[in-house]
Each structure stands twice: as structure tokens, then as C-alpha cells.
């Protein structure tokens, strides 16, 4: 083969690695209404198992952020899908809580350490026809994965046998496959002679301050967004809509992830000043959307509201990060980023619980409209903070 196609070859592997690591962590999706009729669940276990996930990554984000620099980006990789394999090996044991927690937690790291090391390898494996497109490829792989997720397991579950175990032993064949294609890869990283692993320190200097706080409000909002489809949107798919369809419930939330992606890749052909405010616009409009999905139970105002809203996280995101980034001392970028994701991650698991909470207490519905609410407060407050700020600046 010859050396063009071979690095080419090397290139997608591994961006398809990172597709089969997202993949795993929103397998559950789906399949949360079948444990709940099994296992006997509440709303609120079932969003503490799942905000268990973000535990793991910003565990794994403070503690192994900078050790793919120190020790290479293979041994890195291949740690991450090994925690990935033992996330659907807890899942496959099931059968209770602790196995599933154990499993998200799990999980939650195999995601916390791909997040970061995969999209530099992607970037850094690159051969030069792709070199433009590496970043667009990593960011289609990280949020493709986790959209293709629910669908997968959805459509597995709905129409195939097994339905609590034949997507986990699916995805360890090929987390299989995947490790060796990590294993071919070469390494990309320039190791020193002595590794210095340190746990990655969370602050935001004062200077950055005004960029900081009004990108992780409309991040923590769309974020949480995410977490409300990939947790609860079962749930709203079954009580409220009256749809049980595992394959249906997986194509909502896949229609969500692929929008973000969209988002985030269309948002450089804004105006650098608009792209912010877009993103927080559509997540007001998003979000409505939903909120008036739920209380007319209308299954096309759901699907219009995750695209919306989706395109708007997916815009607020990488708008959020541009700008955070840009106003960061070069030698402080890797605290300041990490400050940011551990924000965005509490963002996807700390609301969701209270939606548990007040879907166990006052019901399903008025506990979605009253997050709806709080999610457009957000975006507006991160809105009206940017406008702020721009009139000072002026």
C-alpha cells in the first residue's frame, strides 16, 4: 500500500475509534424505560445512573488531562477503550444498580479520556490532503458517535433479541477492532525522557474572566440540554408522548447530536461577534420548542425542538470555547479549557437529577417545562451579559 493511503488508512481508524468510544457512553439511552420496568426504578435513579457518566469525565479530565503530552497518545487511547469495555462488561453483569452506576462511572472515564487525546491524534495523524478537515472530522467523530449511540442501541433493542445485552457485546467486538487500529497507529506525541503526570489545576484568570463567565452560561445551558434528551427523553417519549418505540426514541436523540454537530461546524460562517449570541438565541427557541412539545405532546414540536436546539448547543459550544480560548494566556490554556469542560459536564448530570427529583414530586411534565424555563433563563442571562459586555468595550 503505498505511504499516502496507508497514513490516510491510519487516519480514519482512528477517527472511527473515536466514533466506537462516544458510541458506548450513550448506548443506555434507549434503554432506560426497560430497566425501569425490570428493575423497578424510579425517574430519579434512572437520572442518577446516568449523571454517574459525568462523574467519571470530569474525574478523568482533572486527573489525566495532560498525560497523553507525558506518556503518548497510544497508551492513553488504549487505556480509554479498556475503561469503555469494562463499561459494557458492567452493563452486560446488570441486574441492579451498583453494576450500572459502576458502569457509567465507568464509561464517563473511557469519555473523559478520549475527549481530549483522541482529537489531538486525529489532528496530528492527519495526512496533508486532510490536514484542513482534521478538526471537522475529530468534532464530527465525538459528537457522531454519541448520537449514533441511542440509535444503535434503539434499533437493536425494538427489533432484535436481548435487547438489555446484544448492543454491549456489539460494542465489544468492536472496541476489539478498535484497539488494534490504535495499536497500528504510530505515536504522534513527543514524550520526554521522564513522564510528569500532575493532576490538571481548574482556575480562570481574572483577565478571562469576562469572556469566561457568559460562554460557560450558554455552555452549562446547552449542555444541559443534552443531558435532558440522552436521560430523560425515554421517559417524555413514553408517559407523555405515548411512543415505546426504542428505535424512535434513539432517532430523537440522534436528530439532537447530528444538529450540535452541524452547529458547530456551520458557526465560522458567522460573523465571529454573532456567534455567541446565534447560539444562545437558538437555544431560547430550542428549548420552547420543547416545552411546547410536552405540553401539547406532540412528537413533531419534540423532534423541531431538538434541532433547534441542537444547532444553537452546537454553536454556543464551539463559539464558547473559541472565544475562551483566544483570551487565554497560551501558558494557562489547559487550565482554563479544563475549567470550562468540568463546568459544561456538571452542566450535563446536576440538572438532570433535578429533574428526577421533581419528576418523583410534582410529575414528568411540569418537572420538563420547569427545566425548559430554567434553560432558556440561562441562555437569556448569558445573552444579556454579552450585550453588556459589548456596550462596555464600545
Given at each position: 500500500?503505498?505511504?499516502?493511503?496507508?497514513?490516510?488508512?491510519?487516519?480514519?481508524?482512528?477517527?472511527?475509534?473515536?466514533?466506537?468510544?462516544?458510541?458506548?457512553?450513550?448506548?443506555?439511552?434507549?434503554?432506560?424505560?426497560?430497566?425501569?420496568?425490570?428493575?423497578?426504578?424510579?425517574?430519579?435513579?434512572?437520572?442518577?445512573?446516568?449523571?454517574?457518566?459525568?462523574?467519571?469525565?470530569?474525574?478523568?479530565?482533572?486527573?489525566?488531562?495532560?498525560?497523553?503530552?507525558?506518556?503518548?497518545?497510544?497508551?492513553?487511547?488504549?487505556?480509554?477503550?479498556?475503561?469503555?469495555?469494562?463499561?459494557?462488561?458492567?452493563?452486560?453483569?446488570?441486574?441492579?444498580?451498583?453494576?450500572l452506576?459502576?458502569?457509567?462511572?465507568?464509561?464517563?472515564?473511557?469519555?473523559?479520556?478520549?475527549?481530549?487525546?483522541?482529537?489531538?491524534?486525529?489532528?496530528?495523524?492527519?495526512?496533508?490532503?486532510?490536514?484542513?478537515?482534521?478538526?471537522?472530522?475529530?468534532?464530527?467523530?465525538?459528537?457522531?458517535?454519541?448520537?449514533?449511540?441511542?440509535?444503535?442501541?434503539?434499533?437493536?433493542?425494538?427489533?432484535?433479541?436481548?435487547?438489555?445485552?446484544?448492543?454491549?457485546?456489539?460494542?465489544?467486538?468492536?472496541?476489539?477492532?478498535?484497539?488494534?487500529?490504535?495499536?497500528?497507529?504510530?505515536?504522534?506525541?513527543?514524550?520526554?525522557?521522564?513522564?510528569r503526570?500532575?493532576?490538571?489545576?481548574?482556575?480562570?484568570?481574572?483577565?478571562?474572566?469576562?469572556?469566561?463567565v457568559?460562554?460557560?452560561?450558554?455552555?452549562?445551558a446547552g449542555?444541559?440540554?443534552?443531558?435532558l434528551?440522552?436521560?430523560?427523553?425515554?421517559?417524555?417519549?413514553?408517559?407523555?408522548?405515548?411512543?415505546?418505540?426504542?428505535?424512535?426514541?434513539?432517532?430523537?436523540?440522534f436528530?439532537?447530536f447530528?444538529?450540535?454537530?452541524?452547529?458547530?461546524?456551520?458557526?465560522?460562517r458567522?460573523?465571529?461577534?454573532?456567534?455567541?449570541?446565534?447560539?444562545?438565541?437558538?437555544?431560547?427557541?430550542?428549548?420552547?420548542?420543547?416545552a411546547?412539545a410536552?405540553?401539547?405532546?406532540?412528537?413533531?414540536?419534540?423532534v423541531?425542538?431538538?434541532?433547534?436546539?441542537?444547532?444553537?448547543?452546537?454553536?454556543?459550544?464551539?463559539?464558547?470555547?473559541?472565544?475562551?480560548?483566544?483570551?487565554s494566556?497560551?501558558?494557562?490554556?489547559?487550565?482554563?479549557?479544563?475549567?470550562?469542560?468540568?463546568?459544561?459536564?456538571?452542566?450535563?448530570?446536576?440538572?438532570?437529577v433535578?429533574?428526577?427529583v421533581?419528576?418523583?414530586?410534582?410529575?414528568?411534565?411540569?418537572?420538563?417545562?420547569?427545566?425548559?424555563?430554567?434553560?432558556?433563563?440561562?441562555?437569556?442571562?448569558?445573552?444579556?451579559?454579552?450585550?453588556?459586555?459589548?456596550?462596555?468595550?464600545?
Amino acid at each position: 500500500m503505498p505511504e499516502a493511503d496507508r497514513s490516510a488508512s491510519v487516519f480514519f481508524a482512528v477517527a472511527l475509534t473515536f466514533v466506537v468510544t462516544m458510541m458506548g457512553t450513550t448506548l443506555p439511552t434507549p434503554l432506560y424505560p426497560i430497566y425501569q420496568d425490570q428493575l423497578g426504578f424510579s425517574q430519579l435513579i434512572i437520572t442518577v445512573i446516568f449523571a454517574a457518566y459525568a462523574v467519571g469525565v470530569i474525574g478523568a479530565l482533572i486527573v489525566t488531562g495532560s498525560w497523553s503530552d507525558q506518556i503518548g497518545r497510544r497508551p492513553m487511547l488504549l487505556a480509554g477503550l479498556a475503561f469503555s469495555a469494562a463499561s459494557a462488561c458492567a452493563f452486560l453483569w446488570g441486574g441492579g444498580l451498583a453494576p450500572l452506576l459502576i458502569g457509567r462511572v465507568l464509561s464517563g472515564i473511557s469519555a473523559g479520556i478520549f475527549t481530549g487525546t483522541a482529537t489531538v491524534a486525529v489532528v496530528e495523524l492527519a495526512p496533508a490532503a486532510w490536514a484542513g478537515s482534521a478538526t471537522l472530522i475529530a468534532t464530527a467523530a465525538n459528537m457522531g458517535g454519541l448520537g449514533f449511540g441511542p440509535l444503535f442501541a434503539g434499533v437493536l433493542a425494538q427489533y432484535l433479541p436481548a435487547p438489555l445485552a446484544l448492543c454491549f457485546i456489539v460494542d465489544l467486538l468492536l472496541i476489539a477492532f478498535a484497539a488494534v487500529a490504535v495499536m497500528r497507529a504510530p505515536e504522534t506525541a513527543h514524550r520526554p525522557e521522564r513522564a510528569r503526570l500532575r493532576i490538571q489545576s481548574l482556575r480562570v484568570p481574572a483577565p478571562v474572566r469576562g469572556v469566561f463567565v457568559p460562554a460557560a452560561i450558554a455552555g452549562f445551558a446547552g449542555f444541559a440540554v443534552l443531558g435532558l434528551f440522552t436521560a430523560i427523553a425515554p421517559a417524555f417519549m413514553g408517559e407523555i408522548l405515548g411512543y415505546s418505540n426504542h428505535a424512535l426514541t434513539g432517532a430523537v436523540v440522534f436528530a439532537l447530536f447530528i444538529a450540535s454537530t452541524l452547529g458547530q461546524t456551520g458557526q465560522s460562517r458567522l460573523p465571529e461577534s454573532w456567534r455567541l449570541p446565534v447560539g444562545c438565541a437558538g437555544l431560547i427557541a430550542g428549548i420552547g420548542l420543547v416545552a411546547s412539545a410536552i405540553l401539547g405532546s406532540s412528537l413533531t414540536l419534540l423532534v423541531c425542538g431538538a434541532l433547534v436546539a441542537g444547532v444553537g448547543q452546537g454553536v454556543a459550544f464551539r463559539a464558547g470555547m473559541g472565544a475562551v480560548t483566544a483570551a487565554s494566556p497560551a501558558a494557562r490554556r489547559g487550565e482554563v479549557a479544563s475549567t470550562f469542560f468540568v463546568v459544561l459536564y456538571i452542566a450535563i448530570s446536576i440538572p438532570v437529577v433535578g429533574i428526577g427529583v421533581a419528576a418523583d414530586t410534582i410529575g414528568l411534565r411540569a418537572a420538563g417545562i420547569g427545566f425548559s424555563i430554567a434553560v432558556a433563563g440561562l441562555a437569556a442571562t448569558a445573552l444579556v451579559s454579552l450585550v453588556i459586555r459589548r456596550r462596555a468595550i464600545a
